[in-house]
């Protein structure tokens, strides 16, 4: 079945920078664009941005803009996300999830969630 | 970028209810609207896409309208398993957006 499995938590300073990762498995990696959303605790969805694993194009929210960084290798279905300049706020759970344009450019299967701790 | 106002924040309901939950974009977004499920601890899930079509294998007393502006998600006989965090999202522009969150809970 579709699956995405994203690495384990972290812990990171501030002005740090973490990398998560987002395995897929059980359809064509290539084929589906990887988004990325974080979610702080107690709080809503945020979007950070998207990528095109078949040819590494990607597009970030205004927020985030000079401080993330997504990316792939196909030869193990897996995409990364990295967010540097870390700080408190960036304390969150980061999750990567398959756009589905078959299905109204909806988010149809997500990671587990990535838990990263900012703290000194 | 596109606002999604999602309401109301909170609702309490009890098992068998029906229950509605609204979604208002600032500008039209057509169809590009999904709702979305999450349970404690969990990440989210599909429900609805294209503002109608149910995601495969969501029960069908999940059911969503609207086109437009205006989006509506209805749960008809609520059971122990639905009360949960409700978000919309639209898919119409970058950056995505999603509503705030709808909390429903056990009356």
């Known amino acids: 079945q579709v699956q995405l499995v994203q690495s384990g938590a972290e812990v990171k300073k501030p002005g740090a920078s973490v990398k998560v990762s987002c395995k897929a498995s059980?359809?064509?990696?290539?084929?589906?664009?990887i988004n990325w959303v974080r979610q702080a605790t107690g709080q809503g969805l945020e979007w950070m941005g998207w990528?095109?694993?078949?040819?590494?194009?990607?597009g970030y929210a205004q927020k985030f803009q000079g401080r993330v960084s997504m990316t792939r290798d196909t030869s193990i279905n897996t995409a990364y996300m990295e967010l540097s300049s870390l700080r408190s706020e960036d304390t969150a759970v980061y999750y990567c999830?398959?756009?589905?344009?078959?299905?109204?450019?909806?988010?149809?299967?997500w990671g587990q969630g990535t838990l990263v701790t900012v703290s000194s | 970028d596109i606002q999604m106002t999602q309401s109301p924040s909170s609702l309490s309901a009890s098992v068998g209810d029906s229950v509605t939950i609204t979604c208002r974009a600032s500008?039209?977004?057509?169809?590009?609207l999904s709702w979305y499920q999450q349970k404690p601890g969990k990440a989210p899930e599909l429900l609805i896409y294209s503002a109608t079509s149910l995601q495969s294998g969501v029960p069908s007393r999940f059911g969503g309208s609207g086109s437009g502006t205006d989006f509506t998600l209805t749960i008809s006989g609520l059971q122990p398993e639905d009360f949960a965090i409700y978000y919309c999202?639209?898919?119409?522009?970058?950056?995505?957006?999603f509503g705030q969150g709808t909390r429903l809970e056990v009356k």
């Open positions: 999202q639209q898919s119409y522009s970058n950056p995505i957006t």
């Open positions: 999830a398959r756009r589905d344009d078959s299905r109204g450019y909806s988010r149809d299967c």
């Open positions: 059980g359809y064509t990696f290539t084929s589906y664009d």
């Open positions: 500008q039209s977004i057509s169809n590009y």
């Open positions: 990528m095109n694993p078949n040819n590494g194009d990607t």
